[in-house]
T-cell receptor
């Protein structure tokens, strides 16, 4: 079974600074998908960015980028020029390439952007 | 707005009771997933339906059941409720369940409180 670990329960950073959230995972599969979801106080789960394991290039979405290290099974999220609206819980998630598309989530990192 | 609609948004009920949570997926999405988010267990996959058929089961209790109807909406039935069932229940949908599209869109969740 796959596991996802987020070792930083809470983080805070000043507005406009850059912050990196860590995620490691464990799997025996060679192809899979990784995601970062954001859960603001409204509690809606919002997809931030995703990465396909067979793609070596790191995914980017505007101010959000990932550092995907397949051999190390590491998938960190970098938020540049952080904004107050980035304050939220961030969840790292794993999806197998086989069969169903269930997501296995980490325990989350609570990120606070300080004005 | 993700396009996934969950009702009700909030539900308060007593121990031993039965409730039904409803989910309308995004238009055209065939797969529906149910997740439970609780303080002690985090975000956990419960069950997936694809085009009316059960496709995958996760950590779903026997007291819980789900179904997906011909119009693709889904219901999650929780019975003999216990205090520990208090949680946020999310529904998510995606176009198919065969790995060709790996983005799941989440509803806003139903907050269930068992008293």
């Amino acid at each position: 079974a796959q596991t996802v670990t987020q070792s930083q329960p809470e983080m805070s950073v000043q507005e406009a600074e850059t912050v990196t959230l860590s995620c490691t995972y464990d799997t025996s599969e060679s192809n899979y998908y990784l995601f970062w979801y954001k859960q603001p106080p409204s509690r809606q789960m919002i997809l931030v960015i995703r990465q396909e394991a067979y793609k070596q290039q790191n995914a980017t979405e505007n101010r959000f980028s990932v550092n995907f290290q397949k051999a190390a099974k590491s998938f960190s999220l970098k938020i540049s020029d952080s904004q107050l609206g980035d304050t939220a819980m961030y969840f790292c998630a794993f999806m197998s390439d086989f069969g169903n598309e269930k997501l296995t989530f980490g325990t989350g990192t609570r990120l606070t952007i300080i004005p | 707005d993700s396009g996934v609609t969950q009702t009700p948004k909030h539900l308060i009920t007593a121990t031993g009771q039965r409730v039904t949570l409803r989910c309308s997926p995004r238009s055209g999405d065939l797969s529906v997933y149910w997740y439970q988010q609780s303080l002690d267990q985090g975000l956990q996959f419960l069950i997936q339906y694809y085009n009316g058929e059960e496709r995958a089961k996760g950590n779903i209790l026997e007291r819980f059941s789900a179904q997906q109807f011909p119009d693709l909406h889904s219901e999650l039935n929780l019975s003999s409720l216990e205090l520990g069932d208090s949680a946020l229940y999310f529904c998510a949908s995606s176009p198919d369940g065969q790995g060709f599209n790996t983005e799941a869109f989440f509803g806003q969740g139903t907050r269930l409180t068992v008293v």
